[in-house]
Structures are given as structure tokens and as C-alpha cells.
């Protein structure tokens, strides 16, 4: 069977904003203070604490694998492990730092989310800067909300199902996106709910050495 080959046109997406307007840019290089300053930044509990912990030394035990591409190359201290656009995640889009918002327009979400979607997420850099999701879906008890919202208003759901898929001790990383990990979107859908619409979320990585 013969295969099609397609040209992507990514113009749309070769584009890039100031860093001048982050409100915090963490300084490049891995440790376990970068670990620990991430935690604070965030003013997570112990035990996210302690898991990002347990994972760094993981990471530092751990080989680069052998399996997939060579990635032997990576400078992991020449990455910047923590970058923050806005204060806040917000639900009101018009809320949305003005230089983030004109970003993600470009892309063309806030019209997506209009047309085909029951919920949104849209992360810039290392934290999600908008969540929504429908009215209805919210009161049948579906959550969908960034991951700092839903370590401290659902703490114990969030414990139950937080990195048990892919343990940090599973590889190298693994265990480093455990210890350094940030952002990212939560859901949770209850028994018989049916989500008859996609929740999507974006991720926007801006600037150059950003991990």
C-alpha cells in the first residue's frame, strides 16, 4: 500500500514572546534545591514533597536507557526546569494575561473550545494559565482543573491516582518528570458519567531551554 506524504505547514506555530513578562523563571540546572524550590514555589504538602524527592534520587541513581533514540547529548543543567507566565489559572479567558491570550488566539483555541470541545486547558510554559470546562459536566460531578487546583481542593483523589501509572522508579525519565513535574490537567470522570465532547488541553513551551 503506497504511503502519502504531507507538508506540514507550521508557520503558525514558529513564533516566540518575551520572557520579560514571567512573573518567575527558575535558574538553570537540576538539584535537589530545584526540586525543593519548585515544591515551595507551589506550597504543595509533605508528601509531594517527599515524592519529588524520592524521584530526584531515582533520577540520579537511574542510567539513561537504551531503548529508543540516543539521548546521551542532554545538558540537564543547561534547562530551566520551572517557568511561570501568570499569577493564576483563570476561567474567564478575557482574564488571561493579555501577551499569553494573544498567543494562544493565534492557535486558534478559544475558537476550538466555541465549537467542539466540552472543556478546555490551555498551559503556558510550566502552569496552566486557563481551565474550563461545561456547566452541566461540572455538576454531574466531572472534574477537569490544573493539577495545583486539584492537589489541594481534592487531595485525596488526587493521592489515589497520582503517578501510579508510570511509577518514577520505571526509568530515568520518569523519574525525573516526577521529581520536576509541573502544570499539566486533571480529570476525573465519575462512575455512569458519560463526557459525550473532548476536554483537551494545550501546552505552549515558549522559550528555548525550557523543561
Known amino acids: 500500500m503506497a504511503t502519502e506524504n504531507f507538508d506540514m505547514d507550521y508557520s503558525k506555530y514558529d513564533f516566540k514572546d518575551s520572557t520579560e513578562m514571567y512573573v518567575h523563571l527558575s535558574k538553570k540546572g537540576l538539584s535537589k534545591d530545584t526540586v525543593i524550590g519548585i515544591s515551595k514555589m507551589k506550597d504543595e504538602p509533605q508528601w509531594m514533597l517527599d515524592f519529588r524527592l524520592r524521584s530526584y534520587e531515582a533520577f540520579m541513581k537511574k542510567p539513561m536507557p537504551k531503548w529508543g533514540a540516543d539521548l546521551s547529548h542532554i545538558d540537564f543543567q543547561n534547562i530551566y526546569y520551572y517557568a511561570k507566565a501568570s499569577e493564576k489559572t483563570e476561567k474567564n479567558w478575557d482574564d488571561v494575561p493579555e501577551d499569553v491570550k494573544n498567543t494562544f488566539d ?105 523543561g
Not at 481551565?131 to 483523589?157: C, M, N, W, Y
Open 106 to 210: 493565534k492557535l486558534g483555541i478559544p475558537e476550538a473550545e466555541k465549537k467542539f470541545l466540552a472543556g478546555v486547558g490551555a498551559q503556558y510554559e510550566s502552569e496552566v494559565v486557563y481551565h474550563s470546562l461545561r456547566e452541566d459536566l461540572a455538576k454531574q460531578g466531572v472534574l477537569f482543573l490544573d493539577t495545583d487546583s486539584a492537589l489541594k481542593e481534592h487531595p485525596e483523589i488526587f493521592k489515589k491516582y497520582f503517578g501510579k501509572m508510570i511509577p518514577p522508579e520505571d526509568n530515568k525519565f520518569a523519574a525525573l518528570n516526577s521529581a520536576v513535574w509541573s502544570g499539566g490537567s486533571f480529570i476525573y470522570i465519575p462512575p455512569g458519567v458519560k463526557v459525550d465532547m473532548p476536554l483537551q488541553a494545550y501546552l505552549r513551551i515558549n522559550a528555548e531551554n525550557i
